[in-house]
């Protein structure tokens, strides 16, 4: 097996499986990442499990979970005599008799996944020989992760530069063309490294009576000021971009539901702050629901939200 500075997350993962995979034998390799409560499988070599790209466990119910909590050995060559694994509910979903696990670790010292192996049947007591190895390849991955991360986030920066010409030209912000390749971008990245990622409609809900009463000049001015307010309260990081008329979407980058659901109560209250009533819809990302259908479903629920305050 050999590694160069050519070699991104993802195919480095993918080497490093194979090799363990022909050097160990396992009947399932996987790299993983952890957030909340899904265990996400980013990349798989296997050939005795069902077990592909993006399948998602839960957490708490593997041996990986136990492993990091100090509760069980990082090699288990048969798991049924480790309590921790013997227990773990994911034991009863897929048959495993061997263990192989190590943390993969993010640049601040948290928990990004898990580098790991199981095998239905046990094996010898001699892989615990390995274990140096493999901690090693896991410090190189997590490594190469944490460059390849702090690259991206100087590449979202790039290519908002990049598309800033495809820009709205009455708030200055993003446009429904910048909003679509930009949408793609996040999906390539959330899909790579199983990142969190929200999605967030907005849509004004007086503009109308504005224009009917005051004219389309203040409905400009109103637009206007409503993407000054949204754009002073989301981070510097996330994507926002009119999509037409007096709807507007943004997109919280590398960011969890619960980040996610107090940068939205934000947007509401600040707005509110300024006299702008505005209807709001979000919806988080997941491994089973893309970026794209995530801001579907903001979008439907958005509207839900207005046809509840018109029949209040």
Known sequence: ??????????????????????????????????????????????DKYDVSQGTVFKWTDSFCSRMVKGYGPRIAPDSSLVPSYAEAPIGQQVPIRAYI??????????LFGTLCAIDPDPQP???????????????????????????NSEQR???????????DGM????????????????????????????????????LKVVNDSLGHDAGDQLISRAARVMQASI?????????????????????DSKEAKALAVRLRNNLAAEGINASQGMAIR????????????????MFEEKRQKRQA
């Open 1 to 46: 097996m050999e590694l160069t500075s050519q070699h991104t997350f993802e195919s480095a993962s993918n080497a490093i499986l194979n090799y363990l995979h022909e050097t160990l034998g396992f009947g399932l390799w996987m790299v993983t990442r952890v957030e909340g409560n899904d265990w996400i499988v980013l990349s798989v070599q296997t």
């Open 171 to 206: 708030t200055g912000l993003f446009n429904r063309r910048a909003w679509d390749l930009l949408l793609i971008k996040e999906e390539e990245r959330a899909r790579r490294y199983g990142s969190p990622v929200a999605a967030v409609v907005i849509d004004l809900d007086q």
């Open 101 to 110: 696990g190590t943390p993969l670790m993010q640049r601040d010292g948290s």
């Open 125 to 151: 007591a001699e892989i615990l020989q390995y274990q140096d190895m493999i901690e090693l390849l896991a410090s190189l991955l997590s490594t190469i992760l944490a460059n390849e991360l702090m690259i």
């Open 286 to 301: 997941s491994p089973k629901r893309s970026l794209q259908a995530a801001w579907s479903h903001a979008d439907h629920l």
């Open 235 to 255: 981070r510097s990081c996330d994507i926002l971009a009119r999509l037409g008329g007096d709807e507007f979407g943004i997109i919280f980058v590398e960011c």
């Open 157 to 167: 920066r790039i290519e908002k530069l990049e598309i800033e010409a495809h820009t």
